[in-house]
Structure formats: structure tokens, C-alpha cells
């Protein structure tokens, strides 16, 4: 996924950093990697993610530390060994850029975030599609039950959500898969919730003759599937964790931690290991992000039923044919003088990343043009599908209102052909605007084509900003 190098941002004085590197090929190669290693060491003592970059500002790998100066310097001994595919990134390496951590859990998901969204040339790992797992309990079943997932909205392939995930409270991502199901299984103990995939209803006379499972029989489940525990009684157990996994968990740790020091002084060493070991799972629970931070968008954001999004929109935009291809643009801000442009693409309805790119913005004077600036993205994404050389995506949505699909069209108008629908998608009302229409479409909030813009345009503003943001937000080593 192209990326276009990072431009170091200027003084008040216009002038460059004290920090920026000498100009490429000035250096020798030992002189280079000594002065890496110096400023490696410079690094405060916390915990947080590297970027390596070439003479251009290409990010060329990303990794994370639990301590920057000491991972980081790592690279930089004469000693180092990579490995063979990283160690032509000596070679080529010529800066490096810290973000900042709470920890090493959000230290894991910044890594795995920009991995994602940059594809750096030397990252092997991280770059598929798996994400980091979710706790999920349901909350529309009589008896809700408690798992483990990596499909956080419950989209199913052939599009629509899964039963359960409806109205489901989901916490994470969490960075620890194996801990996380260490914590559920030493919980369950305690808040003896059911992990099956049953579907129990409450007065159901089949229940009264059903035989629970081995995890009744060691007191890990009050099994609701043999009717021996009332709805009510059983949702106060689970409202209970529910708590208990969003909030403070001093009372039961507190509970375990003296339950260890008991079997420790009676010697019974085996069983105070094992306490040890659920004090350590659920501590881990603390080390998760959260899905209002957009770290895992890929599974978190929960796209509308592709089929009937698509057949909605082509309906709302009084198109002819179907709806196969909409690519989504938007224009952010940062650091006032830093402008990017982003441009996504969904093929049938869900998000296509290998279609993703961004733009640094070089023509709009202070940055802060975002006509200009979408005109320039325009310009650039589709110059050949203007010559004819390419075809245009069925649908181009614009983040903004009537004046930035004004300024797309101006940008459009220069070129011999032109694409068959562009719109815009105003933030607040919800207001979609199509070119050559005087007034723009209102339609409900529930409303299934402007469901799949809202994807689209929430998609294309945080592609634009998350890498971008987040790294000038910490270029000084902290907020």
C-alpha cells in the first residue's frame, strides 16, 4: 500500500529540527548506525512502538518495546543479528520515529494498527488479516452466555448479523488470547456462567429432563440447560460480571490473594500455583484497548448487510446499474500545517484495503484548504480513469458538504471522462448531496444505503488520520 514519506514538520522559524539526520550518503555506514544507537539510547524508559525510516521517510519497519532505548539501540550494535530478512534494514535505514505508550498492551495494538494500515517493506508479521480477541456476552437470550471471539460485530459471510451478537456488551481487544481465556475459565468459577452454544429458553419443559455437562458437576455453571436456576437469579450472575470485567476488581483479587498465602502456608504449593496463575489471567484483563478507539476497524466497524446496502443506495441514487464499486475520500488536518488525504475502497459492499491509499496534500496553501486539497486528491487518484486508461468506480463519495462535491466536480470537469455518480455525505444532518441535484437527499437514520456511507466516510477519515495523527501527536516523545 503506497504511503507517501513523511515531510519533516518546521519550526516557527521555518527552520528544520536540531534532530533531523544529516542528508543521505553524507554519512558512512558506521557513522550512521552510531549516531542511530546514540539517539536510540536518548530514548526515555517506557514502553512504546518504532518506526524505521529511509533518507525519503518511508516507514520501513515497525516494532514495539516494552523498553524503547533498550530494544531500540538493539539495532544498532555492531553485534546485532536480524535475522536474514531484516538485516538488509541496516543498509537503508536512516531515522526513526517513537510513539508513546500506557503500555506494553497498547504498545501491541499500536504495532499491530500501523503494520495494517502502512504494510512496512520489512514486516513479515501482522500483515494478514487476523486481529485480536474479543469478550462478548450476549444479552438478548434468556440465559446469556459468555466467549471468546475475533468477529466482534457477528458478521456472517453471507452478510446480516449473528443471533446472539445482538445487543451483545463486547469488551476489548484484548492483546493476551491465552490469558483471556485463562481469566474466563478461572471466572467461571465465581460467576459460574455458561459458555455453551445451546439455545436455552426460559419454561421450556424439554430443560427438566436434559443432563448438564461435566462443568455442572464441578461447579463451574449453575446449568440453566437442565432448568435449575430461574432467568432472574441467573442474569443477576452475569449483570454481576459484567460489572466486574468493566470496573475495579480489588474485592475478588484481594479474595484470591489471600487464598494463595493460605495454600502456600499449609504447603500445598500445587493448588497456591494455580491461584497464582488466575490472579495473573485476570490481572491481564486490564491489558485491552478499547473499540471506540478504532484499533481493529477491520472487525470492529459493523458494515451493514452488503447486498442490501448496495441494492439501498442504488435505489436512493436512482442508478441504472448495480453498485459494485464505492471509493470513499477524505481530507484531514494535523498539526494545522500537515494535510493528508485518504482514498478507500468497498467492492460489493465491504471494505477492500488493498485498495487504500493516502496523499500527502502539496498544493493547498497552509494546509488548511480542503477544497483545494480534495481537488488535488481528485486529480491524482484519477488521472488515468480521466483519460480513459481506467474506469471510474460506480459510486465516488466525498466527506463534506455541498461545497467540497463542488470542488470535486471542478476537478472532475478538467478531466475527457467523466466518473457516473459523485456525492458527498454532510456530518452532522447526514445529508447526501449528488452532483447535478439542487437539494440534497434527506433519509432516515436507519436508512440502509446512508448506513453504507456512514461506513464509507468513517472509514476514509480514520484511514487518514490514525498513522499520521497519532505520530505527530507524539513526534516530541509524549503529549
Known sequence: MPDDPDIPILDEDGLLPADTPPPWGTESREVRLGRLSRKARELPKAPGVYLMKDHKGVVLYVGKAGSLPDRVSSY?????????KKMPLL????????????????????????????????????????TFPYLVVTQREDFPRVFVTRNPTGEQGEGGIAPEMKGAKVFGPFTNAGALRDAVTALQRVFKFRTCKLDILENDPKNRFFRPCLLHAIGQCTAPCADLISKEDYKRDTDRFVRFVGSKRSALMRELKEEMERHSKDLNFERAAQVRDQITSIEKLDERGDRRDGWQPESEIAYVDP?????????????????????????AHLQGGETVGSKVCFVDGKPFKDEYRRFRIRTAVGGNDDYQSIREVVSRRYREAGAGQELYPDVILIDGGLGQLHAALQSFMTLDTRPPMVISLAKKEELIYVQERKEPIRVGREHLGLKLCQAVRDEAHRFAQHYHHILRRKKTLGE
Not at 544498532?76 to 536474514?84: E, I, M, R, T
Not at 439501498?312 to 481530507?331: A, C, H, N, T
Open 91 to 130: 543498509e537503508v535505514v536512516h531515522d526513526f520515529d517513537v510513539l508513546l505508550c500506557a503500555g506494553e498492551w497498547e504498545a501491541m495494538l499500536t504495532e499491530n494498527r500501523l503494520i495494517k494500515d502502512i504494510k512496512p517493506r520489512y514486516n513479515v508479521k501482522l500483515v494478514d488479516d487476523k
Open 307 to 331: 447486498k442490501k446496502g448496495t441494492k439501498s443506495l442504488q435505489k436512493l441514487l436512482d442508478l441504472d446499474k448495480p453498485i459494485r464499486v464505492i471509493e470513499g475520500i477524505d481530507i
Open 76 to 84: 544498532f550494535v555492531p553485534s546485532a543479528d536480524l535475522g536474514h
